[in-house]
């Protein structure tokens, strides 16, 4: 849990075990507080469950993120299971950009993400997903992807969603009506004031970005879609639209982690 005040950002209470911990970089003067995420594990595999839970409130300011990008292993029949709960309130900014989750073939993963957000605050949440590793020349035909967003804003439910792929899918999703070539997929919210300007900063920034991608705003949230055929340039086209965002939005969490360069 974090507070702040408007000079500061105070952590008021922390719990970590094996094999999550967490860590406070030290940040110049002046810049938001970063939190880092490391998997001691070295990845996920089948049967494994993992809970992450943030609270921001009290005007803190934070950005989180992972040290690396999660491998995702093979999982013989039981499913990984993951989740993370973030809540921003009473004039907190949370931003919540981890490092990519990559997916091995026949990997197993029901992932859920809930979001409790206020009126009063401001929430970049991201998730992302690789299909193997390309370049290598991994291809992931079989095994099975549930991820899930929940998102409240002022205790009201104003968005769900849930991105499904199983043994029986996998083989199809190169159709153009699926994901076609797309092997690497990111899902942005942000919920804060000044919506419609701040909605069309995103539809011009998802434009400009060397990769597909759409805007649309709904429950009182921006909602940005982003794919491409490798990881890298989604990496890419996701540090575009937070470089850009963070300089519309001046100084604060919502910018490229410095975790992301290391």
């Known amino acids: 849990m974090l507070g702040g005040s408007a000079s500061a950002t105070r952590l008021e209470d922390l719990f970590q075990r094996a094999p999550l911990r967490i860590i406070f970089p030290r940040t110049p003067a002046g810049e938001p507080q970063e939190a880092v995420l490391i998997n001691t594990a070295g990845g996920i595999a089948g049967g494994d469950r993992l809970e992450c839970a943030v609270k921001a409130r009290e005007a803190a300011s934070i950005t989180v993120t992972s040290q690396a990008p999660e491998r995702l292993y093979r999982a013989l029949n039981e499913p990984a299971r993951v989740v993370t709960t973030l809540e921003a309130r009473d004039g907190a900014r949370l931003a919540w950009i981890?490092?990519?989750?990559?997916?091995?073939?026949?990997?197993?993963?029901?992932?859920?993400?809930?979001?409790?957000?206020?009126?009063?605050?401001?929430?970049?949440a991201l998730e992302w997903f690789v299909l193997g590793r390309v370049a290598r020349g991994e291809r992931v035909v079989e095994g099975e992807i549930t991820d899930s967003w929940r998102v409240k804003k002022d205790g009201r439910l104003v968005w769900a969603d849930t991105f499904r792929a199983t043994d029986a899918t996998f083989p199809h999703l190169h159709r153009r009506a699926l994901l076609s070539e797309h092997g690497a997929l990111a899902t942005l919210i942000y919920s804060g004031p000044y919506l419609e300007r701040r909605l069309e900063i995103a539809r011009e920034l998802v434009a400009s970005l060397g990769c597909a991608g759409a805007t649309t705003s709904l429950g009182g949230l921006i909602i940005v879609r982003l794919a491409a055929a490798l990881s890298s340039e989604l990496r890419l086209g996701l540090r575009g639209l937070l470089e850009g965002f963070g300089r519309k939005l001046g100084p604060g969490p919502f910018r490229v982690p410095r975790m992301w360069s290391s």
């Open 98 to 124: 981890p490092q990519e989750t990559i997916v091995f073939d026949q990997a197993r993963l029901r992932r859920r993400t809930e979001v409790e957000v206020s009126s009063g605050a401001e929430l970049f």
